[in-house]
């Protein structure tokens, strides 16, 4: 076995408490957000305007303070003048932004998905129980595919889905880590040594 992937291995062993407070917490966002789904939506959509908006203010100013010195200031200054536009229009149309936000997680999920189960294929050779990460994956693709196909679906309907997907997610994570942790104090998982 490669010696980089036991190591790493050993180390997510070590550090399984890390791994079961990030299931614990999506298991908390998860049930907030079920109960607070406008809000949660609300929020959500603020936070992002917010940021675009800061985020392109302090993008224009650097570009208008390298006019002078940098040949191609104006694409950057572009790019600032696009989050402020973006910013401004997630704060004063938020039910457009909450459109484009579905696509945002939808593809924001995918990718994830497609990296966890990655990752327990990998895992699959070192410990037991790799098939939680490999579930918490092919969830997390179900649930974007999902959110892509049928968008029209409502945002507060996705904030439930958002919800649903986090404490399932947070389970699994929290399955994970208590693996590893067997694993690491030699119980029920097993953390298998290159030979």
């Known amino acids: 076995?490669?010696?980089?992937?036991?190591h790493g291995v050993a180390s997510l062993a070590n550090h399984w408490w890390a791994i079961a407070l990030r299931g614990a917490i999506a298991i908390l966002f998860g049930v907030l957000a079920a109960m607070m789904p406008k809000l949660t939506l609300y929020v959500l959509v603020l936070m992002f305007g917010g940021y675009a908006l800061v985020e392109g203010v302090f993008t224009v100013v650097a570009?208008?303070?390298?006019?002078?010195?940098?040949?191609h200031w104006w694409a950057l200054l572009l790019e600032g003048l696009v989050s402020i536009v973006a910013g401004l229009i997630a704060i004063f149309m938020p039910g457009l932004t909450a459109l484009w936000l579905v696509y945002l997680i939808a593809a924001w999920a995918i990718v994830t998905g497609v990296l966890a189960i990655a990752a327990a294929i990998r895992l699959r050779k070192v410990i037991t129980g790799e098939w939680w990460l490999g579930l918490s994956?092919?969830?997390s693709v179900i649930f974007g595919f999902f959110i892509a196909i049928a968008p029209g679906a409502g945002a507060l309907g996705l904030v439930l889905w958002i919800a649903a997907y986090a404490i399932i997610f947070g389970i699994s994570l929290v399955?994970?880590?208590?693996?590893l942790r067997n694993a690491s104090h030699g119980g029920a998982g097993r953390v298998v040594h290159a030979t």
């Open 1 to 6: 076995m490669d010696e980089r992937l036991e």
């Open 137 to 139: 994956g092919v969830l």
């Open 175 to 179: 399955a994970l880590a208590f693996r």
């Open 63 to 71: 570009a208008i303070s390298q006019r002078r010195t940098e040949k």
